[in-house]
């Protein structure tokens, strides 16, 4: 069984630029999740789709950050504009059994902001 | 905030010691999960409990919940340097959102 696949898996910009990450599910999860982690904390969520649509997204900031997930298969989140302050890894998990719980994580997307 | 706060942030032992981490929440869950992060890489699922279920063991880990306290503990028996990661509880609302900790960084000696 593939796993969460994510790229780029690293992204230097600068501020004001803007980003998008990509996040292709493991096949038949219906549940996907976005995470922002900075470095040394845990992760947090940022937006939560089932299926196509959003379940929680209290924690995006909505003027800079949008996501998508088109056709309830991969998933984009882009950045525009960057700031400083977003450099961290964005995590993309994907979860198809509720009654486990279990996320599956990609490896992964560091954004370097300058 | 919904994240919960891990104990301790750091924790280095000797390889063939047990490891023990602690992780408190706040709000009403349907489980409680451990995931393990290898630097750099993405989180790797350990071990979960349920709301209604006091321990768990799964081969050289244990977990405890007491709901009571909003608290759980992971245990890891007779360590190896490859157990050397960050490791993250995340609790699971009754809204399948999962938050998770701040996190332990255990390093093991050889």
């Known amino acids: 069984e593939a796993g969460v696949a994510q790229s780029p898996r690293y992204k230097i910009i600068e501020k004001r630029q803007s980003v998008a990450f990509w996040c292709n599910p493991i096949s038949g999860h219906a549940t996907l999740y976005w995470y922002q982690q900075i470095l040394g904390q845990g992760p947090k969520l940022l937006i939560q789709?089932?299926?196509?649509?959003?379940?929680?997204d209290s924690q995006l900031p909505k003027d800079r950050f949008s996501a998508e997930r088109l056709k309830g298969v991969d998933s984009t989140l882009k950045i525009q504009p960057a700031k400083l302050e977003d450099s961290a890894v964005y995590l993309c998990?994907?979860?198809?059994?509720?009654?486990?719980?279990?996320?599956?994580f990609g490896e992964g997307s560091r954004l370097t902001v300058l | 905030s919904q994240q919960g706060e891990e104990d301790p942030q750091a924790l280095s032992i000797q390889e063939g010691e047990n490891a023990t981490m602690n992780c408190s929440y706040k709000t009403s869950i349907n489980n409680l999960q451990w995931y393990r992060q290898n630097s750099g890489r993405g989180l790797v699922h350990l071990i979960l409990i349920r709301s209604n279920e006091r321990e768990k063991h799964s081969g050289r880990l244990r977990v405890t919940l007491d709901t009571s306290k909003k608290s759980s503990s992971l245990l890891i028996t007779a360590s190896r340097a490859a157990d050397t990661a960050s490791y993250f509880c995340a609790t699971e609302d009754t809204g399948n959102q999962f938050y998770f900790g701040t996190g332990t960084s255990l390093t093991v000696i050889p």
């Open positions: 998990a994907s979860s198809g059994y509720l009654d486990t719980g279990e996320l599956f």
């Open positions: 789709f089932q299926n196509n649509g959003v379940v929680d």
